[in-house]
């Protein structure tokens, strides 16, 4: 990612101003400053959720950011949710081919069948190329890697301490 010459505004007040930075595809970084600095808000920036008022940045090909937010925005999922919306197009993939499984074992031989097993080998492979069910393997590593047991995948984020919940995104964001 390349940042030329970013600027911020919100209203009249100067959040910042003139950022130049370049991070590679493989960077890992940290924001340290005082507090009103316009951190958050760089990070923000950065990662599209807001514009910049001057400026550009550039993103390499097949380049993602993510940013571990300060407070866990209220939510009625359990953690086990929260953790597999990052991976909602497998888990969307697996649904529908559950339904064609179910129109198969309805339908008899014919061109319909041919072309619903085509579908379903297409979707297949779709599946398989992004990681197939390996994305269970990980929900349930990073929790545990993070400290949470097998039934606090089950439970509700609102029953979850400050402390806990700061655990909670970043294990989403790993």
Do not use: C
């Amino acid at each position: 990612m390349i940042v030329t010459d970013l600027w911020k505004y919100y209203g009249s007040e100067l959040v910042f101003q003139n950022v130049k930075v370049n991070v590679g595809s493989t960077d890992r970084i940290g924001l340290v400053g005082a507090n009103g600095a316009g951190k958050t808000t760089l990070l923000k920036v950065l990662a599209g959720e807001e514009s910049a008022d001057q400026g550009s940045i550039s993103y390499g090909k097949d380049y993602t950011i993510g940013y571990l937010t300060q407070t866990l925005e209220p939510t009625a999922k359990t953690l086990r949710e929260y953790l597999e919306e990052p991976f909602r197009e497998q888990i969307d993939l697996i649904k529908v081919m559950r339904g064609l499984e179910k129109e198969l074992e309805i339908r008899e031989e014919g061109s319909l069948v041919e072309e619903l097993v085509e579908r379903y080998a297409r979707l297949q492979a779709r599946f398989e190329h992004h990681g197939g069910y390996d994305y269970i393997v990980q929900v349930r590593g990073v929790a545990t890697g993070l400290g949470f047991s097998e039934q606090d995948l089950s439970r509700d984020l609102k029953t979850f301490s400050g402390g806990e919940r700061m655990r909670v995104s970043l294990g989403r964001l790993l």
